[in-house]
Structures are given as C-alpha cells and as structure tokens.
C-alpha cells in the first residue's frame, strides 16, 4: 500500500505512526510546508513535495490531506494538477480537516473524483483514536477497505451518513479536550481536599481510564453504571448534586453542540 500524507502536524504523525505500528508492508511519503514539521516525520517516511508523489511506478492508493481547514482548498488543487500532470492513476482522496464537506472538496477536486471525508481524533497517537468517516458516490468498496484500513490502525472506526459529519467533530473530534479538561479538575479537586498532586493525577486518570473501559466493556446504560456507585444519602451523592447545582451535564452538551454549529460554520 502507498499513502501520502500533506501536513504531518499532530494528526498526521498520528496517521503516520498507526501506519507503521501495524507493521503492514506500506510506504508512506509525506510533506508540511513548515521546516520543523517535516524535521518531526520518521525516518521512514519519504519526505517529498506533491510533485514528486505521482510516478507511474509508486503513485499513491490514497492522498490525505492533513492540513488545516483554512488551507484545504489550496491544498486540494496544488495536488489534484501535480495528479492530472502524470501518467499515474487518480487516489482516493481522503480529508480530515473538520467542517469541510464531500461537495467542496469535489469542486476543489473534480466531480468524478473518489473522496472519503474522515473526522479522527488525537488518541489516534497512541492507537486508541476514533475514526468516523463518509465516502463519495464514485468511491468502490475497495476504497472504502483502503479507509479502514489505514484508520483502523489508529484506534476504532465507524461509517457514517456525512449529515452526521458536523456532530460527530462536536463530540468525538473534540471530545479529548473536554476529556483533559474534566482530568484538570479533578486533579485540582483532589488538590484542593488535600491530596498531594502526583496522587491526585494518579487517581484521576486512572479513574477515567477505568470507568471508560467499564462502560465500553459492560453494555450498561451510563444512568445504570453511574447508579452504581451511588448510595443513599453518600458520598457520591453529595458529588452529582454539587454537578448537578453547576449544570455540568448542561455544560457538556452545550459544548458538544456548539462544536457542531461551528464545523458547520467552517464548511460554509
């Protein structure tokens, strides 16, 4: 398999390293307009311009464009002419910039063009990512295995309706932030009843760590499991109704939503 990845900020090298921990046979060549970002690509990674990722011999099966979403229209036509220059045959693209629909890629692309449209996340650096994605009426199931293919390295994927695109970069897109945020305070939480700080990060992120893996694992409810820990009149208790008295859950969705409203705003 050959990839090629323009932009190897976070969500490239992440990209990137999946690729290779899954030690599949697979060359990989990629590009960042920004010196110290290519100075970050591994060793085995075959740093080259576009121009250069088109020979007859090695042409890409897949083009990802890993840049920001200011930049992708750019981006989407400096490779599509070095593409239609060559005697190579067309990739399937594939773009990760949040907000940025199958519709205008295809305009900076071509109609005729086979597109995936994929919205990772950050824990993809460490195998652990979640992948949803959308295709094009021209891709081929062949394309849509190339996508899982190289997500799946990354963590867990999903295929979606791309109505759901703008949703899914509110919560799973964007949700490690609010992830980390949550990990902040409970540390500080724990900090502040008294625990030294490298206990209180200890507990917190293990607690995270857990509570996520038992929910993925038992099938429960989350109102089920969260019951669970509760008892009357206890401490867990006092705990959700001091959250409850802060609108923390109200919180979390407005976050997730206003997310949402501005990947749709990114892709008008």
């Known amino acids: 398999m050959h990839v090629a990845i323009l932009g190897t900020g976070t969500m490239g090298r992440a990209i990137i390293g999946g690729l290779f921990a899954?030690?599949?046979?697979?060359?990989?060549r990629a590009y960042d307009t920004s010196p110290q970002a290519r100075s970050a690509i591994p060793k085995e990674v075959t740093v080259a311009p576009p121009d250069q990722w088109f020979s007859a011999n090695a042409a890409p099966d897949a083009?990802?464009?890993?840049?920001?979403?200011?930049?992708?229209?750019?981006?989407?036509?400096?490779?599509?002419?070095?593409?239609?220059?060559?005697?190579?045959?067309?990739?399937?693209?594939?773009?990760?910039?949040?907000?940025?629909?199958?519709?205008?890629?295809?305009?900076?692309?071509?109609?005729?063009?086979?597109?995936?449209?994929?919205?990772?996340?950050?824990?993809?650096?460490?195998?652990e990512g979640m992948s949803a994605w959308c295709c094009n009426n021209n891709c081929t199931d062949g394309d849509r295995t190339l996508v899982e293919g190289i997500f799946s390295t990354c963590g867990k994927t999903i295929a979606v309706p791309e109505k759901l695109m703008h949703a899914i970069t509110g919560l799973s897109g964007s949700g490690p932030a609010y992830v980390f945020l949550f990990l902040e305070a409970l540390i500080e939480g724990g900090v502040t009843a008294g625990l030294p700080l490298s206990i209180a990060r200890e507990c917190a992120?293990?607690?995270?760590?857990?509570?996520?893996?038992?929910?993925?694992?038992?099938?429960?409810?989350?109102?089920?499991?969260?019951?669970?820990?509760?008892?009357?009149?206890?401490?867990?208790?006092?705990g959700l109704r001091a959250l409850e008295e802060h609108a923390f859950k109200h919180a979390i969705i407005e976050a997730v939503t206003a997310a949402a409203a501005r990947s749709a705003q990114l892709g008008e």
């Open 22 to 28: 899954n030690n599949r046979p697979i060359a990989i």
């Open 205 to 238: 992120v293990q607690t995270v760590l857990g509570a996520a893996k038992m929910a993925a694992q038992s099938g429960e409810h989350t109102g089920a499991l969260k019951a669970g820990v509760m008892s009357p009149g206890g401490t867990t208790a006092a």
């Open 63 to 127: 083009v990802i464009f890993a840049v920001k979403p200011a930049d992708l229209a750019a981006a989407c036509e400096q490779v599509a002419a070095c593409s239609r220059s060559s005697a190579a045959h067309a990739p399937l693209w594939i773009s990760i910039a949040a907000g940025i629909g199958i519709g205008t890629l295809q305009k900076h692309l071509s109609t005729d063009s086979r597109i995936c449209r994929v919205m990772p996340n950050t824990p993809a650096r460490i195998g």
